[in-house]
Nanobody, 123 residues
């Protein structure tokens, strides 16, 4: 089992920035590709960003490319999502997910999920 706990969400004005963190426990962190997904009000869960096990490869949704950066710290068992130039369309619950070995942009492929952290962007 892998336990994931997100933190760092909050209320921010349009144009602002936030940094989300996800802390993993339970299994060897470096065996898992990590991703961030989000689910806005009345919307389906969507892929945001993912990072490979060693951090050498990243991938982003077109909607966040150039504004969001995913990273990970193996020593701390943490993955981060640095978000800048936020806009109201980024308002959502952001969820951290872990997948054994290789990553994916499909939420159904992920075995482990955190509870999520709310990000609200005001206009």
């Amino acid at each position: 089992q892998v336990q994931l706990v997100e933190s760092g969400g909050g209320l921010v004005q349009a144009g602002g920035a936030l940094r989300l963190s996800c802390t993993a426990s339970g299994r060897t962190f470096t065996n898992y590709a990590m991703s961030w997904f989000r689910q806005g009000p009345g919307k389906e869960r969507e892929f945001v960003a993912r990072i490979s096990r060693n951090g050498g490869s990243t991938s982003y949704a077109d909607s966040v490319k150039g504004r969001f950066t995913i990273s990970r710290d193996g020593a701390k068992n943490q993955v981060y999502l640095q978000m800048k130039s936020l806009n109201p369309e980024d308002t959502a619950v952001y969820l951290c997910a872990a997948k054994f070995l290789s990553g994916s942009s499909h939420s159904d492929d992920y075995n482990y999920w955190g509870q999520g952290t709310q990000v609200t962007v005001s206009s």
